[in-house]
């Protein structure tokens, strides 16, 4: 991919107190050079960063997201990292969803003593960005629905259900449950995706109708889907209580946001 002229990507890296931000400030020490596009937040561990976080740097209009911890076996809190790496793996599958390049994410480990490792992975990133783009360039849309998506994607993985399944699952794929059995990875993917596609639709949903009230066709048509597909979610939606019918006009039944 050629580099977009004159872009200098927006990037955000979210770096552990105790190696990572150690390292960025041993490569500032030691004058190593980087390009200066990463801002800098420091986290007590990169556990810290929760995947809605990603999700609204994102729709702010960030071009790309490092997060950067201790080594595997080195985090201050012991397995914070491994978590950290399984979240950001869902985020990744979620940027995908979006129709956003999961490479926009970045999950990498930099010690206290690695400076010069830190400057070359901000180069290499910031290179990566500078190739794709500026935010939503590789997505098949304008900036305002791809916007919603990252909204609606953002709400998705706050829900409590996900929430649960996005803490638990080095638990429930490296620990055997109550009656010996393991869930393995291939299976706990297969559910994870399931979950948030089924979730993530409803969500887009519920944003389309935002404070309005609209009929299956003025949704779909907004969200450039199927009416029968959203009729499918609106009746689920419905069951759930978070959208009621408010009138009728012609034939068509009015909806609009209830909570949730
Ligand atoms: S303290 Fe560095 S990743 Fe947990």
Redesign the pocket.
């Known amino acids: 991919m050629t580099p977009q002229e004159g872009f200098s990507p927006d990037i955000i890296g979210f770096l552990?107190n105790?190696?990572s931000y150690a390292g960025a400030d041993l490569a500032g020490v030691s004058r190593f050079q980087y390009p200066p596009n990463v801002r800098i937040i420091r986290v007590m561990?990169?556990?810290r960063v929760d995947p809605a976080i990603v999700l609204e740097a994102f729709v702010r209009g960030l071009d790309g997201i490092m997060v950067l911890?201790?080594h595997l076996g080195d985090?201050?809190?012991l397995t914070?990292?491994y978590y950290t790496e399984k979240r950001v793996k869902t985020v990744k599958s979620v940027l995908e969803s979006v129709g956003l390049s999961p490479e926009r994410l970045l999950i990498d480990w930099v010690s206290a003593s690695e400076g010069e490792r830190f400057a070359a992975l901000v180069k290499e990133f910031t290179e990566t960005i500078r190739e794709l783009g500026a935010l939503g360039k590789e997505a098949n849309c304008d900036i305002q629905q791809l916007k919603t998506r990252l909204a609606a994607a953002k709400e998705t993985l706050t829900r409590d259900r996900i929430r649960w399944l996005v803490g638990r699952e080095r638990e429930l794929t490296e620990d055997k449950n109550v009656f010996g059995e393991r869930v393995t990875q291939e299976e706990f993917d297969q559910l994870m995706f399931q979950t948030i596609e089924k979730e993530f639709e409803k969500r887009k949903i519920l944003i389309s109708i935002g404070d309005d009230a609209l009929s299956i066709k003025e949704i779909a048509r907004k969200m450039e889907a199927s009416p029968g597909k959203v009729l499918r979610n609106i009746v689920s939606l419905e069951h759930d209580g978070l959208v009621s019918v408010v009138g009728i006009e012609g034939n068509s039944p009015k909806y609009r946001r209830v909570r949730g």
């Open positions: 552990c105790w190696c561990c990169s556990a911890g201790c985090c201050h809190y914070g990292n």
